[in-house]
């Protein structure tokens, strides 16, 4: 760890040369996300309590019969399988269509949770470095159970408490009744492939330092470098939490920073700072330059949108075709893609200790790869405006490459698929999908430097990381896989 004093210089050396306080919330962040330095828990600690979480707290999933579920039952007219509360999320059906023609191209089951919940992160200033209060969560879909979690991560259903059990812990910061200062708050997507318009409130505030926070057993004080660390860890840190941190913007001021200073600065205390050379070689280029102008891309993005080839219309699940389905699972009848379960959980640290719901199981892991370019003074994304029909606008920028390898034929791979092993990974981890709905799912999350990188294919777009970072401060235009790659920065 770096030592309170150095701490102290550091922010002061950043506070003159982006000419500001040094209790600006960007530069805080920025702060917090160079080093590890944290009173309260190192990262050796973080992990080893990850750890004895999952070695001892009792939580287990069980696959069942989908009759045997107690508060779920299949819709009469529909057979939509459904919560008898007409609360939390249904298992619908979906046609797509093309869209001149007006003809079927597939069906599919897709999960449909019209709330929209709450994804929130707490910050407090602790000993001078800014903290995130992490929740260690259990999700009946984790590989290892437990991964870090915003401080709060609740749908409207849970923290209505429609379920009958305890309230959802620190909402207090998140919903007005405590003041905080707001450091992003925005409507975000998720899983369009999978889910039905499924958007998420993400939320970043920050208390005041004399607040008294009581840490519960399962949460803990973590820095935002801590964080990207534990990134680096395979299904360590839970897809939610990735999605709020990617939307951190550093930048200050529309005043650019001066490239060669700021590199200067952070070379002075390279000691105590842990991000890799690359890490700090992009974030100088973007903090180096005036924010960008996105119109190219948004309009990019909507000409792509209008002008989409596909659309979409909800059914009812008796009527999606090409899908078998009995008691124990909806299964697609060419064995690709993926499951619909049924599945009772037991926990001990939930607000209920034990439920029933249908469960999504993709039958392999996924791909999910950003390929960038590395010149003198820019480095370029390469992003797809990907079509994904359970997206409120059907089209969100994407990664280079997203996708599950085994659903193709060897023939007709993505675009780009055969880069993935010929270049240089700076980043490169197992990555969990979002736990509450999808069962036992990750995806090879991977960021590679490719000198030659090209857009070389329709619908595929270089980028720098300002304009992704511009594009974040709106909704709906970067998707979940995306966001998760970009929370490396």
């Not at 530069?27 to 001892?56: C, Q, Y």
């Not at 709060?152 to 405590?178: P, W």
């Not at 989409?308 to 697609?332: C, E, I, P, Y």
């Not at 799912?441 to 991977?446: A, K, T």
Request: aromatic share 10%; hydrophobic share 35%; proline share 3%.
């Amino acid at each position: 760890m770096g030592s309170a004093r150095s701490l102290k210089n550091l922010i002061s050396d950043l506070s003159k040369l982006w000419g500001t306080h040094t209790h600006n919330p960007q530069l805080k962040l920025f702060v917090s996300a160079l080093v590890d330095h944290n009173p309260r828990n190192s990262t050796e600690e973080i992990i080893s309590w990850l750890k004895e979480l999952n070695g001892k707290q009792y939580f287990n999933v069980e696959e069942i019969e989908f009759s045997a579920m107690q508060q779920w039952a299949y819709n009469s007219q529909t057979q939509d399988l459904e919560h008898k509360s007409g609360k939390f999320f249904s298992i619908t059906g979906m046609e797509v269509y093309d869209a001149q023609s007006g003809k079927r191209v597939w069906d599919q089951p897709i999960i449909d949770q019209p709330e929209i919940g709450v994804l929130g992160i707490l910050c407090k200033e602790i000993d001078g470095v800014l903290c995130l209060l992490m929740q260690a969560k259990a999700e009946p879909g984790n590989l290892n159970t437990y991964q870090l979690s915003p401080t709060v991560q609740a749908t409207r259903s849970n923290y209505l408490q429609v379920h009958g059990g305890r309230r959802t812990k620190y909402l207090e910061f998140f919903n007005g009744d405590k003041p905080v200062e707001v450091v992003l708050d925005q409507y975000q997507s998720e899983q369009g492939a999978r889910f039905l318009h499924k958007r998420n409130r993400n939320i970043l505030v920050i208390c005041d330092q004399e607040e008294d926070i009581d840490c519960s057993d399962n949460y803990r004080w973590i820095t935002l470098g801590q964080l990207k660390t534990l990134m680096e860890i395979d299904n360590t840190v839970n897809m939610d939490s990735r999605s709020i941190i990617s939307m951190i913007d550093y930048a200050i001021s529309d005043c650019p920073v001066d490239a060669k200073r700021l590199l200067l600065v952070l070379n002075e205390y390279r000691d105590m700072i842990i991000r890799s050379d690359f890490w700090i070689k992009t974030i100088c280029s973007y903090l180096s330059k005036a924010k960008p102008d996105i119109s190219i891309a948004r309009n990019s993005l909507t000409w792509r949108r209008y002008y989409q080839h596909f659309g979409t219309r909800r059914k009812a699940l008796r009527s999606v075709q090409d899908w078998d389905v009995n008691n124990r699972s909806m299964d697609h009848k060419s064995g690709k893609y993926f499951q619909v379960l049924a599945v009772r959980v037991t926990a001990n640290n939930r607000e209920v200790d034990f439920w029933d719901q249908p469960i999504i199981r993709q039958r392999h892991h996924g791909d999910i790869a950003l390929l960038c370019n590395e010149c003198e003074d820019e480095i370029g994304f390469l992003v797809h405006m990907k079509h994904e029909p359970g997206l409120y606008d059907m089209i969100e920028y994407a990664p280079t490459v997203q996708c599950i390898a085994e659903n193709y034929d060897n023939d007709h791979l993505p675009p780009y698929y055969h880069l993935l092993k010929s270049g240089q990974a700076v980043y490169s981890a197992y990555q969990s999908e979002e736990g509450g709905r999808f069962y036992q799912e990750c995806s090879r999350n991977q960021i590679i430097v490719m000198p030659d990188i090209r857009e070389r294919q329709i619908g595929f777009v270089l980028l720098n990381l300002g304009h992704l970072k511009q594009m974040l401060q709106y909704q709906q235009m970067i998707n979940v896989e995306l966001r998760s790659l970009l929370a490396y920065f």
